[in-house]
């Protein structure tokens, strides 16, 4: 089983936060990484426009790791956009295709474009 380190590496930039996930989001993990991500998210309320779920080191991800992208989708604070990053061809970008997270929220090849404006 994983557990989700605490606490989650944050690169809080000016309008913008970069929340770097575990090398394993699973059964084990998942409810409280969200709980996690949505409470830093509301804490930055009305100083957040984009939040980049940062999956470039997730090495292992099951389709809780697609819930967990569209449970905090759907729950953010109204103005907050969600973009995800992931390494090519990597796990979490498959399975955030065959899930077909991929079409509801935008999700990046490269970190730094993630990160733009």
Known sequence: MTYFPS???VR??????????????DLSNASAL???VLSYAESRSGRLDVLVLDLTHTQFMDSQGA???EDV????????????AVTPH???????????????VPVYDDLSQ???S
């Open 7 to 9: 606490p989650c590496p």
């Open 73 to 84: 989708r759907h729950r953010l604070p109204p103005g907050v956009r969600l973009r995800v």
């Open 12 to 25: 809080d930039l000016p309008g913008r936060a970069l929340l770097v996930l575990p090398p394993e989001i």
């Open 114 to 116: 993630a990160l733009q």
């Open 90 to 104: 990597g796990v979490p970008s498959r399975v955030l295709e065959l899930t077909a997270v991929r079409r509801d």
């Open 34 to 36: 969200c709980a996690a």
């Open 67 to 69: 819930r967990l992208v």
